[in-house]
């Protein structure tokens, strides 16, 4: 299963590198925010980008 999800998703990925590659500019939005609960039980004290 994971093998099957693996292949699919390189697929995607490889099609979203060219595509992203082929751009003379390309913008990025670093906003980061707080975690307030994570789905994992750790720390709400830690950030992720958005």
Do not use: C, F, P
């Not at 093998?3 to 699919?8: F, P, V």
């Not at 500019?25 to 980008?49: F, M, P, R």
């Amino acid at each position: 299963m994971i093998r099957a999800a693996e292949d699919r998703l390189l697929l995607v990925h490889e099609q979203m590198k060219q595509t992203l590659t082929a751009k003379s500019v390309l913008h990025v939005d670093e906003t980061n925010a707080q975690i307030i609960k994570h789905s994992d039980g750790k720390s709400g004290q830690s950030n992720a980008y958005n």
